[in-house]
């Protein structure tokens, strides 16, 4: 079956930067979009980033542009997302997907992603 198991999360302070990853079995990786969402203390789960099959395509939520980078390495069935410049309202646990296509727009609220992990927590202290 299809597992994604991310990890990285942690406590760091603002300004700071994480670098979260996703790794993906039971599934042709190389053949899937992959999505970064996360959810907020009380919020709706958001959209945050994605990535083509082939990594030469991203696509991001304004909030993070600039900020934040998604990459992938096929060979290693793993999906990055590099976060820098960390604020308190990045707090939130971050969610990979494996992806139906790629993402060129913010998706709405119930997005039909094929598979979602269970998330890494990511606090950023003021």
């Known amino acids: 079956q299809v597992q994604l198991v991310e990890s990285g999360g942690g406590l760091v302070q603002a300004g700071g930067s994480l670098k979260l990853s996703c790794a993906a079995s039971?599934?042709?990786?190389?053949?899937?979009?992959m999505d970064w969402f996360r959810q907020a203390p009380g919020k709706e789960r958001e959209f945050v980033a994605a990535?083509?099959?082939?990594?030469?395509?991203?696509f991001y939520v304004d909030s993070v542009k600039g900020r934040f980078t998604i990459s992938r390495n096929n060979d290693r069935n793993t999906v990055y997302l590099q976060m820098n410049s960390l604020q308190p309202e990045d707090t939130a646990v971050y969610y990979c997907?494996?992806?139906?296509?790629?993402?060129?727009?913010?998706?709405?609220?119930?997005?039909?992603?094929?598979?979602w992990g269970k998330g890494t927590l990511v606090t950023v202290s003021s």
């Open positions: 997907a494996v992806d139906v296509f790629l993402r060129t727009k913010v998706p709405g609220p119930n997005p039909s992603i094929k598979y």
């Open positions: 039971g599934l042709t990786f190389s053949r899937y979009s």
């Open positions: 990535i083509s099959p082939s990594g030469g395509s991203t």
